[in-house]
Every structure is written in C-alpha cells, then in structure tokens.
C-alpha cells in the first residue's frame, strides 16, 4: 500500500516540475513575442520566479530519488561492498541531517517573506521562500527510504549500491523494491 502511495507520489511530483519548466520556458517565449509587439506580460517575470523556485527544488528532490546527485564513485567503486554500504549510509545521515537544519531556517525565512508581496501578483512572496523547507521535508523523506534500503541489504552480499545508481532511469530506481527483491528489475535480472 506504501509502495504503490509512494510511486504515486513520485509520478505527481515529476509532472509538477515538468510542468513549471514548460511554464516557464513557454511564458518567457510568449513574453518575449508580446515585447516585441509592445504589449508585454507584466507579471511573468514573477510568475516564473515562483514556478522556479518550485521546479527546481523539487527538481533536486527527483534528482536525488534517481541517484543523480553528485557522487564520489571514483572512491567508492575501489572500496568493498560492505565499506560501500556503510559510506552509503552514512551519507544519507550527513544529508538528512542537513537537510534538517536547512528546513528549520527555511521554515523561519519563509515566515519573514510571508508579509511581503510580489510586485505585480497579489500573492505572499513567501510561497517563494516555501519551497525550500518543503522540498527539504520532500528530500529526507528520500534520503531515508534510500538509507532504509541500504541498510535492510546491509548484509545481502549479493546487493550493490551501484544497483541505486542506474545508466537508466525509471520508477524501480526510485528507492523503493517492487516486491522485495533484488534480482529482477524491469525485466530483466542484473549481476551485481
């Protein structure tokens, strides 16, 4: 029930961001035909400011679920699998704890931005500042289902962090295992 919760999650959030960059990219191309022709769109700049902001924090929560953050494999892959794990682990502890404090302080700066307002929107200027606490809560919810991962294979020798940072992209990455298992994923079995 979680998994399936969760992958739902993951999809509405990856059309979120895709949404806000098609956003944009389309409103500053129709802002920049409608300048051209003297009639401009006067509240698109802070429109994609707002879209941005969520896009790309978001975005970093994505990045992260796909492994796709910067990473020191030259290191890692030299290393046992077991001292891989343990790194792995200990990782996600240093980002979530992190993460933390940058929710705290996000959370109080979006309270500060909360009274002031855009210049040509009549919304809180806060929503801005909004996205960083929430994609930070959205990040240690990631980093702690990739850590649990790590942790229940801790002993499965079979199991290989590389396995979590794939040369594809796809729904079985996403941190979660289908069924449990580590074999077969889409498909197709992998050696560790």
């Known amino acids: 029930m979680f998994q399936k919760g969760y992958r739902i999650y993951c999809r509405i959030e990856e059309i979120i961001v895709g949404a806000c960059l098609t956003t944009i990219v389309g409103l500053t ?3 920049a035909v409608l300048r051209f022709l003297d009639h401009p769109i006067i509240t698109s700049d802070d429109i994609s400011l ?4 969520w896009a790309a ?6 990045a992260l679920r796909y492994s796709r953050l910067v ?3 030259i290191l890692m892959s030299k290393l046992p699998a ?8 200990i990782v996600y502890i240093i980002i979530i704890g992190a993460l933390l404090l940058f929710m705290w302080s996000g959370f ?7 009274k002031r307002a855009f ?6 200027y806060g929503w801005v500042t909004l996205s960083f606490p929430v994609s930070c809560c959205l990040m240690i919810l990631t980093a702690i289902l990739k850590g649990a991962k790590v942790a229940r294979r801790f002993k499965d020798d079979s199991y290989n962090v590389r396995k979590d940072n794939p040369d594809i992209v ?10 449990g298992s580590a074999g077969e994923i889409a498909g197709r079995t992998e050696t560790p």
């Open 29 to 31: 191309f129709l802002n």
């Open 50 to 53: 707002l879209l941005f902001s």
């Open 57 to 62: 924090l978001l975005g970093a929560d994505v």
């Open 71 to 73: 990473g020191m494999d």
């Open 82 to 89: 077991k001292w891989q794990k343990l790194f792995q682990i």
């Open 108 to 114: 109080a700066m979006a309270n500060k931005n909360w």
């Open 119 to 124: 210049n040509s929107l009549p919304i809180s």
């Open 170 to 179: 796809g729904e079985e990455f996403t941190g979660l295992d289908p069924d």
